[in-house]
């Protein structure tokens, strides 16, 4: 025994002397990368991947033999083990700025490569987030290069996907979707709402998603996931941290987040706070001589000693009465039931102050300001969700995902006329309820997803207005339906993925949804609305089917054919108020389920092994078409609204409406130290008529992003251009929400801006960012946003992760 106990022993000790622990990291940011494959020859099987602590334990080689790396969101490492020893046994290996290997969810829900997917999928990883330097979500996304954002105010962003926005387009976060009842089709700022300093990832899926997420899916699904706790993979305690502070000179703003994950190996919290204020922003003061003083704030409003007085702005660049702040707060449990069950907990709030309508407040009236004060009082969102994950084969499933969620919104607006004392209140609280059941198997090349959706939104709509000087509140005309509005939806779909070869995949899917609304008018004093109850009950088969064929391995092909649906919401039915400035909208009870037909073809390619060069054309029939047109009610074209004759708008169907666009993308890695990208995006659409076609709303004029980024070591540096072309008087929409009140006679001028970000790694605790946008100072606005762009903008951010 004593001798077969030392050889034990011997042989323990001999391999521990053979073995090395290798600690995998991040070229730049020198942070641990877990799940790397490790191969010791080519072909043959993974001998394992690194953990959480980017480590992985391999037995030494000679000095000539190499070794593998591989990570679907890395460049692949072969190297040496004479190198590896050099190194201290430590790696870095480079992130890749585009892989078509990389996992995405958003097309089905569950993990797939991009590759096996026919629709176009932009993936923004959290390091590409952190590296962007934004101070919101609707900023990370108008830096996507692909997405264009509106703003009628700086706590704002509402984005445009191939010339759809607002409600017809899906806001999805962590599996939940946030459009709601009352989402709006001219333009929202819910996206701000969501915390970008704790995202994990953002993906966008252009074109239609109905099959996998319903009603509002036409454009595409901006599918936004947040960090989850993580779990300790010994049996020590597993505590990791972040944190930021954040200086921007075009707001004189700030912000500062926070975050702890603690974890042990079954049960795990993150908890995560930011806070952000922004002063008033300050526009660019490089102005083209075609723009002239347009977007200039030469005045505004205070009331001082009980009276509503007009002062001269000494700064006219400076917009005066567009500064907010916000909190954020994210709080996660994760309990690992087993290796095959997990559960997760999902607790997010968020809430602003006042925001002030910047739009409103700089309209003028009879040759003096229109309003003393509009805005939104404070948008609150919560949101607490359940998620269960199985992954265990089963006849039925290999994995199982069921998500029950609540959310509550409440969002006001506040609205008082120069010199008068009657101050108008309305507020919106919605409470909704949300389940999910989605479901995954394999059968040889077949994938199957399955699953079934509801969800029930009840809306509660009220108004006063209120005498500021002795606080006497009296009736006022709700926004929406005074008896109260509920919606709900239930549905059930089905994809498939089948690998026909190496070189063929075919996607298909169908969903069937059903969309009920109910909205009660039970007060007639301010409107004697022609119908008492509006009832909607809606019911839609959508489809897809996909073809991708990839003849080799630089080289992919795509052909996608797709519909999506949606139904009337509670915002396009039965709300009143002032779309634009002289235009009342109304209740339109006859509304009828938009839909979109879609084709697209894709094309991209891998040249000389470094540039990625990519290509999507589409076409999309769009019937139905819910859009902004001249209306009448009761027989008349004007009403008396808010002490302004206005003319009678409503949310009609067009009867059939066509776009069609182009983008193009290009990525590619000159060597581990230098990258260069670029996007362009053109998109054409029309409303046909009997006589002539009208230029459907929310259309973007062409528009993109190039650039190139430099990497070394601790060091990284991204220089980049964002552009747009003129959008033309012409091709505004003319009673639509293209905002012509708020563009130059004709139209919205051309822009570019020239930015610099840079940032150091001092070590894989405290690194230290430093951005300049609009280098030029340049004077601009994005098309339809009724509010000036930044000027020259520093950006200041010192990060530390623990």
């Keep these: 025994m004593k001798k077969i106990g030392i050889l034990f022993y011997a042989l323990i000790t001999a391999l521990c002397i053979n073995a090395q622990t290798i600690t995998i990291i991040d070229y730049n940011t020198l942070q641990p990368i877990n799940n790397v494959e490790v191969y010791l020859k080519r072909g043959e099987p993974s001998i394992g991947k690194s953990n959480d602590k980017g480590q992985i334990i391999v037995k030494s080689g000679s000095a000539d033999s190499s070794i593998t790396f591989m990570h679907p969101l890395y460049t692949t490492v072969t190297i040496k083990w004479t190198d590896i020893k050099n190194n201290e046994y430590i790696l870095k290996m480079v992130e890749n700025i585009y892989s078509i290997d990389e996992v995405v969810i958003s097309a089905s829900k569950f993990e797939e490569k991009r590759k096996d997917v026919a629709q176009k999928i932009q993936v923004m990883r959290a390091s590409e987030i952190q590296n962007m330097n934004q101070s919101s979500m609707a900023d990370v996304l108008a830096n996507a290069g692909n997405i264009m954002v509106q703003k009628s105010q700086q706590g704002g962003g509402s984005p445009i996907i191939r010339g759809f926005e607002t409600n017809k387009v899906l806001i999805v976060v962590d599996g939940i979707r946030m459009n709601n009842a009352i989402y709006r089709g001219g333009h929202l700022q819910n996206v701000i709402t969501l915390d970008n300093a704790i995202m994990d990832r953002t993906e966008i899926v252009y074109g239609p998603g109905s099959v996998v997420y319903g009603s509002d899916a036409l454009g595409g699904v901006m599918s936004f996931t947040t960090k989850n706790p993580l779990l300790s993979s010994d049996d020590k305690l597993r505590v990791n941290a972040g944190a930021y502070t954040r200086y921007m000179s075009a707001s004189s703003g700030y912000a500062a987040h926070a975050n702890v994950s603690v974890g042990g190996k079954r049960f795990g919290s993150l908890t995560s706070f930011t806070y952000s204020n922004f002063g008033d922003l300050r526009q660019g003061a490089n102005r083209n001589p075609e723009v002239g003083n347009f977007g200039a704030r030469p005045w505004y409003v205070q009331r001082v000693d009980g009276k509503d007085s007009v002062f001269v702005n000494k700064d006219t660049n400076l917009q005066v009465g567009s500064g907010y702040s916000q909190i954020d707060i994210l709080q996660k449990f994760l309990f690992q039931q087993n290796e095959n069950v997990k559960h997760l907990l999902n607790f997010q709030y968020s809430t602003s102050s006042t925001i002030d309508r910047y739009d409103r407040l700089t309209q003028v009236s009879g040759g003096m300001p229109k309003f003393a004060e509009w805005y939104y009082g404070p948008q609150k969102r919560m949101l607490g969700s359940y998620t269960m994950v199985v992954s265990k084969k089963t006849k039925m499933y290999d994995n199982l995902r069921f998500i029950l969620g609540y959310q509550q919104i409440e969002e006001s607006r506040i609205d008082r ?141 795509s052909a996608l054919v797709s519909s999506g649906f949606r139904a009337p919401n509670v915002d396009d039915l039965s709300k009143v108020f002032e779309s634009t400035p002289g235009n009342i909208n109304v209740p339109n009870a006859d509304l009828k389920p938009e839909y979109t037909y879609n084709g697209e073809i894709g094309f991209s390619n891998r040249f000389n092994g470094w540039l990625t060069i990519g290509a999507t054309g589409y076409y999309t029939l769009y019937t139905n078409a ?177």
């Design 417 to 557: 006329r120069l010199n008068s004392v009657t101050q108008s209140n309305r507020i919106e609280n919605l409470d909704i309820f949300s389940a999910n059941l989605d479901l995954a198997k394999k059968v040889g090349k077949h994938e199957m997803r399955y699953g079934i959706e509801g969800w029930y939104n009840k809306v509660n709509s009220t108004a006063f207005e209120r005498n500021i000087l002795t606080e006497e509140e009296s009736p006022l005309d709700t926004r929406y339906a005074s008896g109260g509005a509920t919606m709900q939806s239930i549905a059930v779909y089905a994809t498939h993925t089948w690998e026909i070869s190496d070189k063929l995949i075919f996607n298909d899917g169908l969903r069937l949804s059903n969309v009920g609304l109910n909205a009660k008018f039970t007060d007639t004093t301010f409107f004697n609305f022609p119908f008492k109850e509006a009832v909607q009950n809606n019911t839609a088969l959508t489809g897809n089917l996909g073809l991708i064929y990839m003849p080799a391995e630089d080289s992919r092909l």
């Design 626 to 802: 819910l859009t902004t047109q001249d209306f009448s009610f009761n027989g008349q074209d004007s009403l008396l609204y808010a002490g302004t004759m206005s003319k009678v708008v409503a949310t009609t169907n067009a009867n059939k409406a066509y776009m069609y666009g182009l983008e193009l993308s290009a990525n590619g890695r000159l060597n581990n130290n230098l990258s260069i990208y670029g996007t362009y995006n053109y998109t054409k659409a029309n409303i046909v008529t009997d006589t002539t076609a009208i230029p459907l709303d929310h259309i973007p004029p062409a528009f993109g992003k190039f650039g190139f980024q430099i990497i070394e070591n601790k060091f990284r540096a991204d220089f980049f251009v964002n552009y747009s072309a003129w959008k033309r008087i012409k091709d505004y929409n003319p009673s639509g929400e293209d905002n012509q009140a708020f563009a130059l006679p004709e139209g919205m001028p051309s822009w570019y801006t020239i930015n610099a970000r840079v940032s150091y790694q001092f070590n894989k605790y405290i690194g230290l960012q430093v951005a300049c946008e609009n280098i030029l100072d340049q004077n601009y606005r994005v098309f339809a946003s009724n509010i000036s762009a930044p000027g020259r903008n520093l950006i200041l951010t010192l990060r530390g992760n623990f």
